[in-house]
């Protein structure tokens, strides 16, 4: 009773982990499938469970998606509903499985002589069909649905019949290897048919390894607590995974075996190999979040179990041979030749594979690895299956856009399997190519494709050994297959990229760096060109860490203003100023980037670009250059009269300023210039005043100073520059007084104060600016309280 309310409050409350609630469900099937169970008291339970499966609120059994599944657990026909049609079934919850287990029974005669006797053989039995009853050896199998079987096995260790369990389970994994056996000759005899289509509908919807029912766990868990406990232990009931803690302390034997095995075989070993045949399966990629991550935790968790064994070479052996029927087995392993497009990736599984067999059988490890890299999911061009015939365990998947969660993840694992492989190959050249090969075939992610080049550079630059050049050209060579995958999309760790890139090719050596200068337009983007590989490379640093020559640094130097002035072709707005950096040393080069910026100065240039080449140019000592770039600029230059805080303004103080120094025909012409591209009063008068100062070229081009007179304000160009700025001060007086307020009044009295300082500048100003206030107190009598201030300050 107490059982039934907490897995039935269980039902209504939301908060609970939909992993509670599946190990409701097992637990259930556990239940009642129990081998002593009376039938009332299964009627009992599942007339409880009906009512529990019928609430809205019970959550499907994979989390967020209808599993649409037949009615598996029901392999026998013992039942009546065993034929139900399962178009018409509703989706399937987490207590499904024990509602159906309520239709299995144990009174098949070969299961109960399975379960009762360790002497249960037929050894004159020949009937080698599919199914059955006992294989070659006469030793006994059993054909159902593996999970189902497995949760028998599960029910007899649960009520007390570990013994009964253990001949049961070993009698599935007898059955499961019997089963691999002819799927492999089963391949062999329609292999050619199948390469030859290189795609296949083989596979299994209902996967092992992440099952709600732990099949495997079950089998695996039973085997090796008989490995270590003794006959009298088997009384009573000890659960495994309880005690997984304390594994690194116990010692697992290969205990002497049960009749049913090969010689030298035990239950370790059995527990091994039915993990290793589950964890290698050939089955789909469930649908729905919950299911996704739970094939990842099961299969981390199985793997974690394994890792805690210590092989010997009767292991070993069984390694060998699963890797080999895995690699032979076609589609029906998830490490075979063809596989189905949504197949579970073995990545995780391999790795665990490689580091077991790399001491022992490197050949083998590096064959099982580099076949599990694929990801075939992500592959464009990858059929989704053969759907046109069906298979005794083919499942016709209908086609569709699968959406797996736990993808990320996947090509972490992925990522980390091609890492584990690059370690282990240091030093041996035909192996890092290989893997170099499977990761720039197989690797879609040009983040994990940039972590596996910084891992290989690591480890071919570790400070206790001279750097491996095999494996820093492997590092380069991804990175090159970084920087062509990001080159035309968003990445917010491109800079990051580049420069290792740039490292990178720099410990590989010199010809490295000339060949991604050469090929730049493949790799970078012109300004990463620029600024970031042709600075670098020319920089003291560079030089001295590749201990380069005068004749070695010249035609480096010579690959990076080639780049720069491609570059500065390409893209003038962004890489014309670092083109003329890079290319100061060498005449010919600087004048043609300069002519570059020329070219590109009327159309594709800004303001701002040209203003800040044209002060480099005077820094370098070319004033005359920068004098022309500064008149280019003023040219794409617009203030208003408003703008009297505008970034620009002093640039164009500056080009002024530089214009007066270089003479009076500079200054003529850049003031035209100014006049109409300024319209900012304040500013105006700013250079005004600066003009009127010194003299034109007082101050002129090697530092001599000339002689002359001031220039005269009613002479041009000043002429021009004054009366531009008086109208500038009177057209931005009207435009003040149409929006002004009482709190701006003393502001606007300040800058008519400002008008009048330049008014008075012209010979006639006084008469002018008089003219002009008494036309301001016409037209804007209506502000009184304004226009008394102005006669107050002005009269």
């Not at 529990?52 to 509903?81: F, I, M, R, Y």
């Not at 280019?632 to 120094?661: E, F, G, K, R």
Request: proline content about 4%; aromatic content about 8%; overall charge neutral.
């Amino acid at each position: 009773l107490s059982l039934k309310l907490v897995i039935g409050c269980c039902i209504f409350n939301r908060k609970h982990n939909l992993a509670i609630f599946l190990k409701s469900g097992a637990l259930w099937m556990c239940i009642v499938l129990n081998p002593h169970c009376k039938l009332e008291q299964k009627a009992s339970w599942l007339k409880q469970l009906k009512k529990w499966n019928s609430v809205d609120v019970c959550p499907w059994e994979d989390g967020n998606h209808g599993n649409e599944l037949p009615n598996l657990t029901n392999a026998l026909p013992q039942g009546a509903n065993a034929n139900q049609d399962s178009s018409n079934r509703p989706h399937r919850t987490v207590f499904t499985r024990a509602i159906e287990a309520c239709d299995l029974h144990w009174q098949d005669s070969h299961l109960q002589h399975i379960i009762s006797s360790d002497l249960y053989t037929n050894y004159c039995y020949h009937d080698d069909t599919e199914n059955s009853l006992f294989d070659s050896h006469g030793w006994p199998l059993w054909h159902e649905h593996v999970p189902t079987a497995c949760a028998r096995v599960d029910a007899l260790r649960s009520h007390g019949y570990p013994r009964e369990a253990l001949r049961l389970a070993i009698a599935i994994v007898n059955t499961l290897r019997r089963q691999q056996q002819k799927q492999l000759e089963m391949f062999r005899a329609q292999k050619k048919e199948l390469l030859h289509k290189g795609v296949t509908s083989i596979t299994n919807l209902e996967g092992w390894v992440g099952h709600p029912l732990d099949p495997i766990g079950t089998l695996f868990s039973s085997l090796m607590e008989a490995c270590r406990v003794d006959d009298e232990s088997f009384h009573g009931f000890s659960d495994f995974t309880e005690n997984m803690g304390q594994c690194k302390s116990l010692e697992y034997q290969h205990l002497p075996a049960h009749k049913f095995l090969e010689e030298g075989e035990s239950y370790l070993t059995l527990a091994v190999e039915v993990a290793l045949i589950g964890l290698g399966q050939q089955r789909i990629m469930p649908d729905g979040l919950y299911a996704q991550e739970k094939v990842c935790r099961n299969e981390e968790q199985l793997i974690s179990k394994l890792q805690e064994i210590e092989l010997d070479d009767t292991l070993v052996k069984i390694f060998r041979k699963q890797a080999v029927f895995l690699l032979e087995a076609g589609p029906y392993s998830g490490l075979g030749e063809v596989i189905h497009r949504e197949s579970v990736p073995m990545h995780t599984f391999a790795k665990y594979l490689f580091t077991s067999l790399l001491p022992h059988d490197a050949e083998l490890a590096y064959k099982t690895a580099l076949r599990a890299m694929r990801l075939l999911v992500l592959e464009s061009t990858a059929p989704s299956g053969d759907m046109s015939r069906p298979h005794h365990i083919a499942s016709v998947v209908p086609n569709r856009y699968p959406r797996w969660f736990t993808l990320s993840h996947i090509e972490s694992q992925q990522c980390e399997l091609a890492s584990t492989m690059l370690t282990a190959a240091k030093g041996d050249v035909r192996r890092l190519e290989t893997v170099l090969e499977s990761i720039q075939k197989n690797i879609h992610s040009s983040s994990h494709i940039f972590k596996l080049a910084q891992d290989a550079f690591k480890i071919a630059t570790l400070m206790d050994s001279l750097p491996d050049i095999t494996l820093l050209k492997v590092s380069l060579e991804l990175g090159l297959q970084v920087m062509r995958m990001t080159l035309s999309t968003l990445n917010w760790r491109r800079r990051e990229m580049v420069r290792w890139l740039v490292t990178c090719a720099t410990e590989v050596g010199v010809y490295a760096l000339d060949s991604i200068m050469q090929s730049w337009f493949t790799l970078f983007t012109p300004t990463e060109a620029t600024s970031i590989v042709a600075t670098t490379v020319m920089s003291n640093s560079t030089i001295v860490r590749l201990h380069l020559d005068c004749h070695q640094q010249e035609k480096l130097a010579g690959s990076a203003r080639t780049l720069a002035l491609q570059c500065a072709m390409k893209d003038p707005q962004n890489c014309a100023l670092s083109a003329l950096t890079l290319c100061e040393k060498d005449h010919i080069a600087f004048e043609t980037a300069y002519q570059i910026v020329l070219d590109a100065a009327t159309t594709g240039m800004s303001y701002s670009q040209l203003f800040t080449i044209a002060r480099y140019m005077e820094h370098r000592g070319y004033p005359m250059r920068a004098y022309k770039l500064a008149t280019l600029a003023m040219t794409h230059l617009n203030l208003s009269y408003n703008q009297d805080t505008h970034p620009a303004i002093n640039d164009v103080l500056w080009a002024c300023a530089l214009s007066h120094s270089l003479g009076k025909n500079e200054l003529a012409a850049i003031i035209p210039l100014v006049v109409k591209s300024v319209k900012c009063a304040t500013v105006l008068s700013d250079i005004l005043r600066r003009c009127t100062l010194t003299t034109p070229g007082m101050v002129g081009l090697h530092g001599r100073r000339n002689s002359g007179k001031l220039m005269s304000l009613d002479k041009a160009p000043l002429r021009q520059l004054l009366d531009a700025t008086i109208g500038a001060y009177i057209n931005t007086t009207h435009s003040r007084l149409t929006h002004i307020s009482p709190r701006h009044y003393s502001e606007f009295i300040e800058f008519l104060s400002k008008a009048r300082e330049t008014f008075l500048m012209a010979h006639d100003g006084h008469i002018q600016f008089t003219q002009f206030i008494d036309n301001l107190k016409q037209i804007y009598k209506g502000k009184k309280k304004l226009m008394m201030l102005v006669r107050e300050r002005f009269g």
